[in-house]
């Protein structure tokens, strides 16, 4: 009986300096390799400090790794030490205690493959009635500063955009995109970012509101939050610089011209109208946008895609050889719904020569096309010496494969051609091409 006594005694002490212990060297040592082994580098602490009833403290914090160097001054919680379990199983209903008090102090981040770095990182999270209060600051070397603010409403234990309710301020000058964003949007969004943004929603209800300015990219968004459905009040209006990266990424899956440019002489506007935007958070797959216009004016192309198909297709020995060409463009209307992008007529002016057009359909879930090219009776002319084809004709030829590698039936092509040389009547079978936007701008 003693002997039990003595072995609870002992065990109830163990747990009671449990937390001490493991702020000795040697329970810093396994701390350590937890967070090392999740973070996949090299981790060092001055002191940690753990108490069963809180405060927790980290001092002088350091994680390297190949893709982030960071480093902390000081992290303090007023968490007790069972609510870690409780993160571990996802359930964050201790945050609704209104002692819970979360502090970063002089945070510095650098990601050497993108030379962006962050200093003065300083955050702070607070539990007050109305829910967590949040704010995190943190600036750069050339300047640029960041500054986010809150309140995230008291249902977060089961938080969903149904039933969400924030207040949230962002304010980014002259900012790193990276960390905060993928680094496959940044072609997208430029290296360096000035943004605000402010969200207001009441249990699922309420607006978001966005300026947002890079070397890429502007445009300003003025939406409305349904229970998770993103809805415009305004029309969205995006300017892009066209780069050869920004080309690269823009053009690599929903490419209704299959070429890739390298500069073009006016930024590139899309214009996104307000009705029929539906955007379901969380299911993309499900995204609407009715009748989107792109204008892009002239632009200067390297010679591939369906641009070296038309080439080869119209045997102009000026420019087979030519790795890169203009092109101008008409302005051309688009459509998502259903997994489903639909482009009306775009046509396209190539090196003052050759006048081509594509239309028709893009899987995006398979990533597969039902395109169609038309060549135009001025083209034809100009390449076959063709006579007698009707007014506005189009030799119509399908397009299929994926976006980034396009199909044409050469064989068919050239027979098609060949029949037109041979019997210039058989070009009043062909069936009726969607309309063009005229008049063209190189007629203008």
Known sequence: MKKSLFSLA??????????????????????????????????????????WLGPQKIENLQITSPTLHLSIDEIETSLKLWNFLALQKADLSFLLHKEVHFDIKNGNLLVPLEKASIENIRGNIDTTADGLKVSLSAKNKEGGSLKAEGVIGAAIPSMTWENLTCNLFLRLHDFPALPFFPKGLLPLLGDQIDMSATMKIEKGFGSLYVIYTSSTTKTLIDAYLNKGLLTLQSPITLSLHLTHKLSRYLLKDINPFFFLAISADHPI??????????LPLGQLENFEMENAKIDMGKVQCLNGGILALAV??????????VKEMQVWFTPFSFSIKGGLLTSKRLDMLIADS??????????????QLHMTLGITKETLQHAFNLKGLPPNYLLQIPIKGKPNHPKI??????????????????AQHEKKAPNPITPFPWEK
């Open 10 to 51: 002992l065990l109830l002490l163990l747990i009671f300096f449990l937390p001490t212990i493991v702020s000795t060297t040697y329970g810093k040592q396994l701390v350590i390799e937890l967070l090392a082994k999740a973070s996949h580098g090299k981790v060092s602490i001055k002191t940690l400090r753990l108490r």
């Open 269 to 278: 506007l899309l214009d996104i109208p307000k009705e029929g935007f539906n």
């Open 312 to 321: 080869a297709l119209l045997k102009n020995p000026r420019l087979i050889s």
């Open 354 to 367: 050759l006048h081509i057009a594509t239309w028709g359909k893009i899987n995006l879930q398979e990533n």
């Open 409 to 426: 039936d050469g064989a068919e092509a050239a027979a098609r051609i060949a029949t037109l040389l041979a019997l210039p009547t058989s």
